[in-house]
């Protein structure tokens, strides 16, 4: 199998020289494949460092939506099977073998190595999907194979440090209209429900998902706050009515139990973490910092909510 490896990088100066070096050391016959980075309208370091690197290198003068952005990589594609990495993403010189060797596509990485207890940002959302989507997170714990259907579609954990799918298809899902930006599981979703097939979620496709400085990921959690807010809080459905009544919940702990109101709600938040630690020292992190990334993400729903009104 011959594959064309796109990277499709914004404002990646952080991590992009550790995700190149490792798509440059892929173990794979070198006339089998080819490396296409897309500079997606950086306004930092990360044309310069591609451009030290033995690639085809596409610039575009302003910031695309990722789905266009993948498409232009695509496009330019010599190859049939395509394989879009992540830019904080760190593959194995195996990869390519993996993905020949199991045979199958649109295909994910089962396993990204995440460290859990790197920052306490990483605790926090390792512990979440643990809890969201058991039993199938982490994937190793459960199986090599993972299937996605229609069925498990929403208790699977889609990650998208790498994605092997065959260019005709995405050209296809991308003439449709896609949204592939974090938190966005819409190209995933046209994959099973429109084109009615199975993505696979394989464990030996893994991956070192090296993530992002503190500082962005700081501001990241305010815009997935955003973000949830845009696609859950527009119209009324089971999410917006969870989060207006955890609010008239807690006003009305306030308005009834004033005396005790801040012993009730920390009793609550305690149970709440309770729920998600697995070990003592899951508890400790989450103490500290879960009250910092809960009031981040949720002033980017207020921010939502006051710039729709």
């Given at each position: ?69 993948m498409f232009i990589g695509a496009k330019n594609a010599k190859y049939e099977n395509l394989l879009f ?225």
């Open positions: 199998m011959n594959f064309s490896i796109i990277i499709n990088a914004f404002n990646a100066e952080d991590t992009l020289y550790r995700c190149m070096d490792a798509v440059m050391a892929v173990d794979y016959p070198k006339e089998k494949y080819e490396v296409l980075m897309i500079d997606n309208g950086s306004n930092d370091r990360t044309f310069r460092i591609s451009a030290g690197y033995n690639l085809r290198l596409i610039g575009s003068r302003k910031h695309l939506k990722n789905s266009d952005a990495i992540d830019q904080r993403t760190i593959v194995k010189k195996n990869i390519l073998n993996k993905l020949n060797e199991i045979g199958y596509s649109p295909l994910i990485s089962g396993e990204l190595n995440i460290d859990k207890y790197r920052s306490g940002h990483d605790t926090f959302m390792y512990l979440i999907s643990s809890r969201l989507y058991s039993p199938h997170f982490p994937q190793s714990g459960y199986a090599k194979e993972l299937w996605i259907t229609k069925k498990n579609f929403k208790k699977v954990s889609k990650n998208k440090a790498v994605l092997s799918i065959e260019k005709e298809l995405f050209l296809k899902l991308h003439g449709n209209g896609f949204d592939f930006n974090n938190g966005n599981d819409d190209l995933f979703r046209k994959i099973v429900f429109e084109q009615n097939l199975r993505l696979l979620s394989h464990t030996d496709v893994d991956v070192d998902f090296i993530g992002e400085l503190k500082v962005k990921t700081n501001r990241d959690i305010v815009e997935n706050g955003y973000k949830w807010g845009k696609k859950h809080l527009s119209s009324f459905n089971a999410f917006s009515f969870l989060y207006y009544m955890i609010h008239i919940a807690i006003l009305t702990i306030i308005i009834l139990y004033t005396n005790i109101s801040l012993a009730v709600l920390f009793g609550i938040y305690i149970s709440f973490l309770i729920y998600l630690s697995k070990s003592k020292k899951d508890f400790g992190i989450l103490f500290l910092v879960a009250p910092g990334e809960i009031l981040r993400f949720y002033s980017g729903t207020i921010k939502y909510i006051s710039n729709r009104s």
